[in-house]
Nanobody, 115 residues
Framework: QLQLVEYGGGLVQPGESLRLSCVAS????????IGWFRQAPGKERELVAA????????YPDPLVKGRFTISRDNAKNMIWLQMNNLIFEDTGVYFC????????WGQGTQVTVSS
């Protein structure tokens, strides 16, 4: 059974950066795509970045393109989300998820962008 734990969230001001980490245990992530999702207050959870098993990255949320970078290290069973130039709209709980069957989810880490 795959377990995911996120950390690295916090309270930052607009323009600052955060690096979220997601560590996996139980099984290796080599064969799974991983996504970072954001759930803003009062909104549904949405995909902000995804990375395939081979490192191909995709950023469905146009607001994060050029500011966020998703990466992974299969040997370390870890995934990261580098978030630069944060804006108010980035506020929310960030979850990592793996495309196991059913999907595996972490518990989330809070990111708050506030002046």
């Amino acid at each position: 059974q795959l377990q995911l734990v996120e950390y690295g969230g916090g309270l930052v001001q607009p323009g600052e950066s955060l690096r979220l980490s997601c560590v996996a245990s139980g099984i290796t992530l080599n064969h799974f795509a991983i996504g970072w999702f954001r759930q803003a207050p009062g909104k549904e959870r949405e995909l902000v970045a995804a990375i395939a098993y081979n490192g191909y990255a995709n950023y469905p949320d146009p607001l994060v393109k050029g500011r966020f970078t998703i990466s992974r290290d299969n040997a370390k069973n870890m995934i990261w989300l580098q978030m630069n130039n944060l804006i108010f709209e980035d506020t929310g709980v960030y979850f990592c998820a793996a495309t196991t069957s059913p999907w595996s989810w972490g518990q989330g880490t809070q990111v708050t962008v506030s002046s």
